[in-house]
């Protein structure tokens, strides 16, 4: 994991620029409608365009939820690897367990003072690109960094009789 300021990666950049955008609109939002009711305007719209995008990203594969599962997790990892650190702890045809143990994003986000809205653009992604390779790929993580967990426990389960579904 690259330990620099610089923003190096694309989905770092593009992170950045959301931001560059988000924050001050939040912060405008909460001074005039309160915190509670600026989160709820906003954080919803966030979350389905995010959904969208995931949505997206998978609209390009195959229809075989396993293979295309692996070919995005194989592109996730590559634009991600200089932002996170891991530690695999298991990898095989029906689990892959990990362990991001250093994250870039998740240390932006707390420094800004807005780890929901990091929830929301980053590790959230996970959950939706997950959420859309069901049945084949069943996702759990029971904690993250963002959130000040000391890790983000990645736990996948494949189910490979339903990979052509």
């Known amino acids: 994991m690259n330990q620099g300021e610089e923003t190096t990666t694309p989905d770092m950049r593009r992170v950045h620029a959301q931001v560059e955008v988000l924050v001050p609109l939040l912060k405008r939002l909460r001074e005039k409608l309160g915190e509670e009711e600026a989160n709820a305007l906003i954080y919803p719209v966030i979350r389905e ?18 293979k295309d599962f692996a070919s ?16 695999t702890l298991k990898n095989d045809e ?12 998740a240390e ?15 590790c959230e992604m996970d959950d939706h690109i997950a959420d859309l390779s069901v049945p084949a790929v069943e996702m759990t993580r029971k904690d ?11 736990r996948y ?9």
């Not at 365009?49 to 396993?66: E, I, P, R």
Request: charged share 20%.
């Open 157 to 165: 389960r494949f189910d490979t009789t339903n990979a052509g579904d």
């Open 49 to 66: 365009s995010m959904k969208d995008w995931a949505a997206t990203l998978l609209a390009t594969g195959s229809g075989d939820l396993l």
């Open 72 to 87: 995005h997790s194989d592109a996730l990892e590559a634009m991600y690897e200089v932002d996170v650190a891991y530690d």
């Open 144 to 154: 993250t960094m963002m959130k000040g967990g000391s890790h983000c426990p990645f």
């Open 108 to 122: 932006f986000f707390r420094q800004l003072g807005e780890p929901e809205l990091g929830t929301m653009l980053v």
């Open 94 to 105: 029906t689990v892959y367990e990990f362990n991001i143990t250093g994250c870039r994003y």
